[in-house]
T-cell receptor, first 115, second 113 residues
Framework: NAGVMQNPRHLVRRRGQEARLRCSPM?????VYWYRQLPEEGLKFMVY????????ESGMPKERFSAEFPKEGPSILRIQQVVRGDSAAYFC?????????????FGDGTRLSIL | AQSVSQHNHHVILSEAASLELGCNYS??????LFWYVQYPGQHLQLLLK??????LVKGIKGFEAEFIKSKFSFNLRKPSVQWSDTAEYFC???????????FGTGTRLTIIP
C-alpha cells in the first residue's frame, strides 16, 4: 500500500501519559499535515511540516503538543501529559510539493482515547 | 481567516434521489476548493477539486460541484444517489500560498435502499 500510513490505528492512554502518533507520507511526498477531528466536528488543521522543518504550527495547542518530521523516518505527533479533551481522531495528510492547489492525501487516522 | 459552512448536518435520501449538499466559504482572495468523502471506517478520499477555469467540476463516482464566486459557494451534486454513497462528506478550502485546508463540519449522508 503506497498510501499515507498512520499507526497505531487506535491508541488508549491514561491521563498524564504520553501519546506518540506516527505518519509515513506517500512515496515521493515530502510535505506532511496533521489534523484533529473532535467528535461531531470537522477536521481542524494543527501543523504543517517538511523534512526537518515546521512550516506552520498555527493550529497546535501552545502546550503539551509537538510535532517533528525528521530527515529519516516518519513524522511524529507527540502529546505529553494527555487529558480527556485530547480524545479525538488525528489524521495525517501528505502532498508532493506543498502547493495550495495540490490535493492532500489522507491516512486512516489514529483514534486516541484517554481513560 | 477563512471558514467553511456546511448547512446540512445529516441528510437522508432514498436510492435514485437527487442530491445537493451545500458549502459556503468566507475568504476574499483566490481559493482552491475541495470535496472529500469519508466512507465508514475509511480515510478521507478526494471526490473533486476546483482551482481555476470551468466552474462546473466533475469528480469521481458521478459527483459534480459548481463554484459560484458571487455566492461564495461550492455545492456538491449527484443526480441519482446509490446506497454505496452513504458516507460523510467534507467541503474544504485552501487559499493561494496557504497550504493548510480549512474544513466544514461535514454532512452525514444516509441512503435508504
Amino acid at each position: 500500500n503506497a498510501g499515507v500510513m498512520q499507526n497505531p490505528r487506535h491508541l488508549v492512554r491514561r491521563r498524564g501519559q504520553e501519546a506518540r502518533l506516527r505518519c509515513s507520507p506517500m512515496k515521493g511526498h515530502s510535505h506532511v499535515y496533521w489534523y484533529r477531528q473532535l467528535p461531531e466536528e470537522g477536521l481542524k488543521f494543527m501543523v504543517y511540516l517538511q523534512k526537518e522543518n515546521i512550516i506552520d504550527e498555527s493550529g497546535m495547542p501552545k502546550e503539551r503538543f509537538s510535532a517533528e518530521f525528521p530527515k529519516e523516518g516518519p513524522s511524529i505527533l507527540r502529546i505529553q501529559q494527555v487529558v480527556r479533551g485530547d480524545s479525538a481522531a488525528y489524521f495525517c495528510a501528505s502532498s508532493p510539493d506543498g502547493m495550495s492547489n495540490q490535493p492532500q492525501h489522507f491516512g486512516d487516522g489514529t483514534r486516541l482515547s484517554i481513560l | 481567516a477563512q471558514s467553511v459552512s456546511q448547512h446540512n448536518h445529516h441528510v437522508i435520501l432514498s436510492e435514485a434521489a437527487s442530491l445537493e449538499l451545500g458549502c459556503n466559504y468566507s475568504y476574499g482572495g483566490t481559493v482552491n476548493l475541495f470535496w472529500y468523502v469519508q466512507y465508514p471506517g475509511q480515510h478521507l478520499q478526494l471526490l473533486l477539486k476546483y482551482f481555476s477555469g470551468d466552474p462546473l467540476v466533475k469528480g469521481i463516482k458521478g459527483f459534480e460541484a459548481e463554484f459560484i464566486k458571487s455566492k461564495f459557494s461550492f455545492n456538491l451534486r449527484k443526480p441519482s444517489v446509490q446506497w454505496s454513497d452513504t458516507a460523510e462528506y467534507f467541503c474544504a478550502v485552501s487559499s493561494f500560498g496557504n497550504e493548510k485546508l480549512t474544513f466544514g463540519t461535514g454532512t452525514r449522508l444516509t441512503i435508504i435502499p
